[in-house]
C-alpha cells in the first residue's frame, strides 16, 4: 500500500517556498494516495517559542493546508503532539543511528551556526524525529522540497539499519517525492540564498498570509539584475535572481521554466514583474481569504486537529506495538 506522510514547522508565518514547493504538490497527490499531513510541532521547539504564538501557529499551518485545499476529511491532518508515538519511536530510532550519521546533516550545520556547542540537542536529533514520524506511519513516500532530501536520505538509511539490526523488513524505505517547477525557491533579496521563515528581511520571501499590496510591493523590489530576460534556460540559469522570478512565474502559471522563458524573451523586468505579481495574487489571494475565514474560528479549527489526531493515533499505536515486540520490549 502507498501512504504518504509530510508536515511543515509552525515557526512563523508560511512562504511561497513552503507552498510551491511542498503544500501545492500535496494537494495534487491526495487524490492518488492515502495520506498524512501533520503540522509538526515538536520540532518547532528545537527553536525557543512563546507558548501563545506557537498556538496560534499550529493553528495557522493547520489553516493554510485546509485553504490551499487539503481535505481534512479525506486525509488524516493533525499535529504531531497529539501522538506521542513520535517521540517513542524517536528515541528507540536514535539508539539505531550512528553520530555519524548526523555529523553530516547539512541543516544541523547552517542553523547551529559557528556557536555548535550551544546548540541543543533537539536541533542535532531532528532528523531523527522526522524519521520518526514518517516510519510510525510506515510511509512509503514524502512529498517535500529539495531542502530536505538529505533529511529523507537519512530516514531511509535509519529503516535499513533498523531492519537489518532485526532482521525483518518491519520499515518500508520512504521515497522522497521532489516535484514541480520550483522545488527550491530562492529568496527575493538573494537570488543564491533559499526563501526561509528565518531570514530577517521580510522582502526576502512572499508569506501565505500577505495582501496584494504587500506581494506586489515585495515583487516590485524583489532583485534583479539590469539586463532584459534571456530566450533560452541556460542564460537564464546564469542570473540566479532572474531564474528564481522566472521558476515562480512557471510554477503559479501552471507552465514549465521553459514555456515561461520563451514567453518573457527579451521583456524588461518590469514588464514581467507585472504578470508575476498578478500571478502571485490570482494564485494566492483566494488562498489567503479561506485562511482568515478557518482562523475566525479556532474551536473548529481545533476540533479537526484532535480528530485527525485521533486517526493517527489509531495507526500509530498499532506500529508501535509491534516495534517493541520486535525489538523485545514488553506491552502493558
Ligand atoms: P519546513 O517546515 O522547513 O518546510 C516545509 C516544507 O516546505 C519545503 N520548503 C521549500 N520548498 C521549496 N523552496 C523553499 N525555499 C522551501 N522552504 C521550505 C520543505 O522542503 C518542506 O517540504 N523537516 C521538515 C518538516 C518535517 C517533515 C517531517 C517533512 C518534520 N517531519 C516528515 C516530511 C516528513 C521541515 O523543516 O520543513
Redesign the pocket.
Known sequence: MNRI???????RQ??????????RNWVALQNEYECIF?V?DL?ALTIAQEPEVLRNNIREVAAAYIAAGIDPDKNILFN?SFVSGHAELGWILSCHTPLGWLNRMT?FKEKAGKHRDMANLGLYS??V???A??LLYK?TH???????KQ??EL?RDIAGAFNRHYDTEFFPL?EPQ?LGE??????LRDGTK????SDESEYS?INMTDDADTIAQKIRKAKTDPEPLPDTLEDLEKRPEADNLVTIYAALSGETREQAIQRFAGAQFSQFKTALLDAAVAHLAPITQRMNELLADKAEIDRLLRKGGERAEAIASRHLAEVKDIIGLLRP
Request: proline residues 8%; aromatic residues 6%.
Open positions: 506522510f509530510s508536515g511543515m514547522q509552525p515557526t508560511l512562504h511561497l517556498g513552503n507552498y510551491l514547493g511542498a503544500l501533520c509538526v520540532h504531531q541543516q531532528y532528523p524525529l522526522m524519521a514520524d514518517i510511509a514524502v512529498p517535500v522540497g529539495e531542502d530536505q533529511h529523507l530516514a520512504p521532489i520550483a522545488t527550491r525557491v530562492m529568496s533559499k526563501m526561509s521563515k520571501r
